[in-house]
T-cell receptor, first 115, second 111 residues
Framework: DADVTQTPRNRITKTGKRIMLECSQT?????MYWYRQDPGLGLRLIYY???????NKGEISDGYSVSRQAQAKFSLSLESAIPNQTALYFC??????????????FGPGTRLLVL | DAKTTQPPSMDCAEGRAANLPCNHS???????VYWYRQIHSQGPQYIIH???NNETNEMASLIITEDRKSSTLILPHATLRDTAVYYC????????????FGGGTRLMVKP
């Protein structure tokens, strides 16, 4: 079973709709991240969370919100989707207390198309 | 985090070793070198990381020069499934924020 799962894996929605992408992890990590990737480009950080009570904006947080419902769950919401939010979205986790670097582990991604 | 420079693409014959170079001449003493790869639109996959010494795991070996200004990822026996974009990332321990993925090296393993 995958350690980091994302649902849905694919989603088509219309402009103006609210949608939620969900991420769950069984790695026991305290830190979770949401990234987006546009075709041919690298990953950009949207939001990150160090623990359940900690939420931080990343590089491109406008138009997005997040919720850390539990240590193992981190959801990303698009309040009113727009076409330029069409992208591949990845969730990642890491252990903040690691003594040997801090490796991030990624989920399989959610492909979102906003029409 | 220090900037890294990688060749945009490389080819490797199946079964041969793939040696992927990375320059990070501005690396600081507390920055680790990480390698990830991304196989066509899948989630980035962690491969290996190191600080000063060479490292080896079941996937690859990481060779870091003595001055730490460059490193090489070695896939000892490349297979077709190793075809991917490989990213070299330099970052501070427990930075707790984003990984900065540059352009990476697109490795094509050929039969």
């Amino acid at each position: 079973d995958a350690d980091v799962t994302q649902t849905p894996r694919n989603r088509i929605t219309k402009t103006g709709k609210r949608i939620m992408l969900e991420c769950s992890q069984t790695k026991g990590h305290d830190r979770m991240y949401w990234y987006r990737q546009d075709p041919g480009l690298g990953l950009r950080l949207i939001y990150y969370s160090f623990d359940v009570k900690d939420i931080n904006k990343g590089e491109i947080s406008d138009g997005y919100s997040v919720s850390r419902q539990a240590q193992a769950k981190f959801s990303l919401s698009l309040e009113s989707a727009i076409p330029n939010q069409t992208a591949l979205y990845f969730c990642a986790t890491s252990m903040g207390s690691s003594t040997w670097g801090e490796t991030q582990y990624f989920g399989p991604g959610t492909r979102l198309l906003v029409l | 985090d220090a900037k890294t420079t990688q060749p945009p693409s490389m080819d490797c014959a199946e079964g041969r070793a793939a040696n992927l170079p990375c320059n990070h001449s501005t690396i600081s003493g507390n920055e680790y070198v990480y390698w990830y790869r991304q196989i066509h639109s899948q989630g980035p996959q962690y491969i290996i990381h190191g600080l000063k010494n060479n490292e080896t795991n079941e996937m690859a070996s990481l060779i870091i020069t003595e001055d730490r200004k460059s490193s090489t990822l070695i896939l000892p026996h490349a297979t077709l499934r190793d075809t991917a974009v490989y990213y070299c990332i330099v970052r501070v321990d427990n930075a707790g924020n984003m990984l900065t993925f540059g352009g990476g090296t697109r490795l094509m393993v050929k039969p």
